[in-house]
């Protein structure tokens, strides 16, 4: 392989990380805004009695409690929050 090519490779592997950490920093400062925290610490999406088993649930969950509060995010905000919550504290795999 040239060496234009492993420019190409290392280049996309870093802009996909540098997106992929910009939308988990998104959620957690949306997160930390909508003060979800008034009901919520961070032992609820660790502990063994969590309710969320997978990572559809843990959407479905954030868009209820979006709903309740009123926070008004887009889809894309719920996404960011779920990939903060998903990547701090519950780690599913999102593939599925
Ligand atoms: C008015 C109180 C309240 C606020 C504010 C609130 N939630 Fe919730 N949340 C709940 C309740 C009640 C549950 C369900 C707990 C249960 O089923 O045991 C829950 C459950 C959850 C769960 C699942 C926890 C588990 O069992 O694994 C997540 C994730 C969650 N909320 C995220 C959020 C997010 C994100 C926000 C901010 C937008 C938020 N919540 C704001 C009341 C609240």
């Known amino acids: 392989m040239n060496n234009r090519n492993y420019?190409?490779?290392i280049g996309f592997f870093l802009l996909n990380s540098s997106l992929f950490s910009k939308s988990i920093e998104n959620g957690k400062k949306l997160y930390n805004e909508a003060e979800c925290q008034k009901c919520h610490t961070s032992d609820d999406y660790t502990s063994k009695e969590r309710k969320v088993?997978?990572?559809q649930k843990l959407q479905?969950?954030?868009k209820r409690c979006d709903f309740t509060m009123d926070a008004g995010w887009f889809d894309e905000d719920i996404e960011d929050v779920v990939h903060y919550l998903n990547s701090s504290f519950y780690k599913f795999d999102t593939n599925k």
Do not use: E, P
Request: net charge positive; hydrophobic share 65%; proline share 0%.
């Open 53 to 55: 088993k997978d990572f």
């Open 60 to 62: 479905w969950r954030v």
């Open 7 to 9: 420019f190409i490779i």
